[in-house]
Nanobody, 122 residues
Framework: VQVVESGGGLVQAGRSLRLSCAAS????????MAWYRQAPGKERELVAA???????YYADSVKGRFTISRDNAKMTLYLQMNSLKPEDTAMYSC?????????????????WGQGTQVTVSS
């Protein structure tokens, strides 16, 4: 299974971006998915997670601003990011798991993308 992110870029604070993550090869094994991010000098953190059935989890820092969604027919994951802040600047990575449920631990994800950079200027 391969997962490839797209949609990152440079944006001004207050604007929006939409990230996508397309999975290919053995996609029928994919169940839970998530977005993680890592800023320079900081640990990787979970941004949002989604179960196969659509249950969601959000980090407190993005609640009310970000929306995670998925298209199971296309096995594509999305992250709509609104009201972006400079502190949202990071490399955003997509993760996919063969496990079911709402997963919040990185070790439970089997497949990771290379990431897409999001930079928010003030």
């Amino acid at each position: 299974v391969q997962v490839v992110e797209s949609g990152g870029g440079l944006v001004q604070a207050g604007r929006s971006l939409r990230l996508s993550c397309a999975a290919s090869g053995g996609i029928f094994s994919i169940n839970a998915m998530a977005w993680y991010r890592q800023a320079p000098g900081k640990e990787r953190e979970l941004v949002a997670a989604i179960s196969f059935g659509g249950r969601t989890y959000y980090a407190d820092s993005v609640k009310g601003r970000f929306t995670i969604s998925r298209d199971n027919a296309k096995m594509t994951l999305y992250l709509q990011m609104n009201s972006l802040k400079p502190e949202d600047t990071a490399m955003y990575s997509c993760a996919a798991s063969r496990l079911s449920g709402l997963l919040t631990t990185p070790s439970r994800y089997d497949y990771w993308g290379q990431g897409t950079q999001v930079t928010v200027s003030s």
